[in-house]
C-alpha cells in the first residue's frame, strides 16, 4: 500500500507533485456518484405502467408526424443511423489490405 503523506506547504502535494492527505482538490466532485443517486431514485419512483404510459404518449405523436418524436423513437428502438457508404467503405478498406472479398478467392 502505498504511505501517505500529510501535506506541510501551501500547494498540497507531495515531493512527486502528487495530491496529499488533506488536500481539498483530491476529493474529486464525485459526479458519477451524484449520477448513480438520481438513477436510483428515478428507477425506484418510475413503474412499469408509468414507462407504458410514456412510451405510448411518445407512439401518439410520432404517428402524429411530431418529427422529434419519430427520431426519439426510431433512435431508441433502432440505435444511431448507420452512414449508408458503409459497405463501400469497407469493401475499399479490404482492397487497400488485399484482403479477398466475399465471392473472390
Known amino acids: 500500500m502505498r504511505e501517505q ?6 500547494n498540497g502535494r507531495d515531493k512527486q507533485g502528487r495530491f496529499t492527505v488533506g ?3 483530491a476529493t474529486g466532485q464525485n459526479y458519477a456518484g451524484k449520477i ?3 438513477r436510483s431514485a ?3 419512483t418510475i413503474t412499469a405502467k408509468d414507462m407504458r404510459e ?3 404518449k411518445l407512439l401518439s405523436k410520432a404517428k ?3 418529427m422529434r418524436a419519430i427520431d426519439l423513437l426510431l433512435g431508441r428502438v433502432f440505435g444511431a443511423p448507420v452512414s449508408a457508404d458503409l459497405l463501400e467503405r469497407i469493401a475499399e478498406l479490404e482492397a487497400r ?3 479477398p472479398q466475399e465471392g473472390q478467392e
Open 64 to 66: 402524429a408526424g411530431d
Open 54 to 56: 410514456v412510451v405510448e
Open 36 to 38: 448513480a443517486e438520481l
Open 42 to 44: 428515478m428507477m425506484k
Open 5 to 10: 503523506t500529510v501535506s506541510t506547504d501551501t
Open 97 to 99: 489490405l488485399n484482403i
Open 23 to 25: 488536500n481539498r482538490a
